[in-house]
């Protein structure tokens, strides 16, 4: 009784609270509703008859299984508005979950290789972004993500493609098949986005080794690391997270969706945060995987047992990790720190 009356509490706290959100691909955001109507409306053929059919195939064993349906799925975005509509919806649902900054990636060679203008995808998005600032208070910043199983040249060519918009992109990212596709495939790239002022991420240590972790920490010169979880093979790199509190982006029902872990239960993101680490929690492709950002944290709260605090510490570490001013980031932690000190009593535990 005394531990159920407690979870409700800390559900409360992660309903509550404000969030961040530094993991997310807008395609990953397209529900199967709204994938049904685009097919309809834009005449692109999806290999469903019915919007239950769709979910029905959201059954994946590991990251390329997925990857395959959500390259798929992403063919009926064609026109701004589709880009706009998809972003805005997202931002909504976010509103709906105190969400206030989000961080999110797009993929433009998803969109350039079947014959949408970079310009098309860019105006479409951050036009919603724009507006879910003046409606909402939501800020944002929007990172272009690479995609590793094609070839530098072809992310080079894509750098080129965005630098025109240059102004509405904050950094650059690296994600799709990591094994077979470290980071040092992408010096090159990634050191002329950082020339023209970009930051830069990299997916790694997701389904690939440590080392490849390492290789985006050195090589790429990584602001953060999308996933990360491989880094506990790796005492070393531990250490080093521990010392930089360079953050990693966890997306734990990814994970679980995608069987980097078995089962939530099993998740390491508990023991990464009691070692130090500057985990975060992040929802990455939650139309696929079965929920948004608050539920990626009851889902932890429930299945690692967290402690209300560990719920605070992991909130703070996605403000402390974000790319918001110093400013902004010292009025979040108050807010952050407010609604704990409401919710949750402090003698309760
Ligand atoms: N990993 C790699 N690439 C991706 C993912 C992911 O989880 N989601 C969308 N693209
Ligand atoms: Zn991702």
Known sequence: ??????MEKSITFIQNMPKVELHLHIEGTLEPEMMMQLSKQNGV??????????????????????????????????????????????????HQENCRHVEIFFDPQTHTSRGVPIKIVINGISNALKKGKEEFGISSHLILSFLRHLSEEDAIKTLNEALPYKDKITAVGLDSSEKGNPPSKFISVFELARKEGLLTLAHAGEEGPAGYIWQAIQELHISRIDHGVHCSEDANLIDYLEKTRLPLTVCPLSNVKLRVFDTVEQHNIKELLDQGLCVTVNSDDPAYFGGYLTENYIAIAKGLHLKPQDILKLASNSIEASFLSQEEKGDLQAELEECYNSVISRDSY
């Open 45 to 94: 053929e999806i290999p469903y008859l019915t919007i239950e059919e769709i979910r029905k195939a959201y059954q994946f064993s590991d990251l390329q299984s997925f990857l395959d349906i959500y390259y798929a799925g992403a063919k009926v975005l064609l026109h701004e508005d589709d880009f706009f509509d998809l972003t805005f919806a997202y931002l909504q649902k976010m």
């Open 1 to 6: 009784m005394w531990q159920l009356e407690n």
